[in-house]
C-alpha cells in the first residue's frame, strides 16, 4: 500500500491465527482509522492492536458474522503511536475480509 490518506480505503483479506497487519507502520507517523468494515466466513474472536498496544476489546463472530465500525465525520475510531502497523488479531484460521479507511497523520 502507498501513501493513504484520510478517507481512503484499501481491501484485506486475512487468514492466519494471530496477527495480521492491516495498514503498515510509516516511520514517525500514527495511523489514524475511520472505519472498518468486516465479515468472517466462520466463528473467531477478533481484535485491533498495534504491536506494543491493544486497541480494543475481542469482537466474537459466528460463521457469516460481519461489523461496521464507523464514527462521525473527523471522528477516528484508533491510532497507533507514530511508526506502529495497525493489526487485526485473529483467534483462529479463518478467513476475514472487508476494508478500511483511514491515514498516516
Known amino acids: ?11 484485506f483479506d ?4 494471530g496477527d495480521n497487519q492491516l ?14 468494515a468486516l465479515t468472517s466466513w466462520d466463528a473467531v474472536d477478533v481484535y485491533f492492536k ?3 498496544n491493544t486497541l480494543s476489546g475481542v469482537f466474537h463472530f459466528t460463521a457469516g458474522g460481519g ?8 471522528f477516528h475510531l484508533f491510532t497507533t503511536g507514530p511508526g506502529e ?4 488479531n485473529l483467534s ?14
Request: glycine share 16%.
Open 50 to 52: 498495534t504491536q506494543t
Open 23 to 36: 495498514i503498515p507502520a510509516r516511520m514517525n507517523y500514527p495511523i489514524q482509522v475511520c472505519k472498518i
Open 85 to 88: 502497523a495497525f493489526i487485526m
Open 67 to 74: 461489523l461496521v465500525l464507523d464514527g462521525p465525520e473527523g
Open 14 to 17: 486475512c487468514s492466519t491465527p
Open 92 to 105: 483462529a484460521g479463518v478467513r476475514v475480509t472487508g476494508t478500511i479507511w483511514g491515514a498516516y497523520g
Open 1 to 11: 500500500m502507498g501513501e493513504l490518506m484520510m478517507g481512503q480505503s484499501h481491501g
